[in-house]
Nanobody, 125 residues
Framework: QVQLVESGGGLVQTGGSLRLSCAAS????????VGWFRQAPGNEREFVGG????????AYADLVKGRFTISRLNAKNTVYLQMNSLKPEDTAVYYC??????????????????WGQGTQVTVSS
């Protein structure tokens, strides 16, 4: 089964950028829809965006649309989350997840069967 590892989190000032990586092993990430989620303390895990199975079609939550970009690099079996114009409210643990859904980019956590351990993103004001 596919295993996911996120990296690239850290501390950044308001307006800054970070690029998160989601690297896969034990499976071909291109065969899965991949979603990015985040969870701040006291909040539920929320959908940030995702990329479709075997494709380049992406979907984003309204809160990040225009600031965040998701892409794949199949040669590295990795999906990226480029985050620009970061705000303090973007502070959270960010998770990537893989879904066998072949038709859509699921936004619900229960559609994803494989999860990474998360990486902390902190945006200072």
């Amino acid at each position: 089964q596919v295993q996911l590892v996120e990296s690239g989190g850290g501390l950044v000032q308001t307006g800054g950028s970070l690029r998160l990586s989601c690297a896969a092993s034990g499976g071909i990430l291109g065969n899965y829809a991949v979603g990015w989620f985040r969870q701040a303390p006291g909040n539920e895990r929320e959908f940030v965006g995702g990329i479709k199975w075997r494709g380049i079609t992406t979907a984003y939550a309204d809160l990040v649309k225009g600031r965040f970009t998701i892409s794949r690099l199949n040669a590295k079996n990795t999906v990226y989350l480029q985050m620009n114009s970061l705000k303090p409210e973007d502070t959270a643990v960010y998770y990537c997840a893989a879904s066998t859904d072949m038709a859509t980019v699921p936004s619900s956590t229960d559609r994803y069967g494989y999860w990474g351990q998360g990486t902390q993103v902190t945006v200072s004001s």
